[in-house]
């Protein structure tokens, strides 16, 4: 199984961008899809989950700005942001759980960056 992420660029605040992930291989399910960000010198943080059923949870930070959905016949999970700010600034990286033949695994994507200018 591999994620692969896409859709991160330089953006001036207020701007927005959209992130993508698609979980390719031999899948039978995938529970849960997130987005992780990693800013320069700090820890990596969780963003935004979405369940299977589409349940959602937000970082406070980014709580009225970020959306994140997913097309589960792609095997697809998006992160619209908006309202981006310098301090969103980070590689972010997609992770699942995925579920292979008798086991549930997790899953990360390599991360794409995303800059945001004042």
């Known amino acids: 199984v591999q994620l692969q992420a896409s859709g991160g660029g330089n953006v001036q605040a207020g701007g927005s961008l959209r992130l993508s992930c698609t979980a390719s291989g031999v899948i039978f399910s995938i529970p849960a899809m997130r987005w992780y960000r990693q800013a320069p010198g700090k820890q990596r943080e969780l963003v935004a989950t979405v369940t299977g059923g589409g349940s959602t949870n937000y970082a406070d930070a980014v709580k009225g700005r970020f959306t994140i959905s997913r097309d589960n016949a792609k095997n697809t999970v998006y992160l619209q942001m908006n309202s981006l700010k310098p301090e969103d600034t980070a590689v972010y990286y997609c992770?699942?759980?995925?579920?292979?033949?008798?086991?549930?695994?997790?899953?990360w994507g390599r991360g794409t960056e995303v800059t945001v200018s004042s």
């Open positions: 992770n699942a759980d995925v579920g292979v033949r008798f086991a549930v695994r997790d899953y």
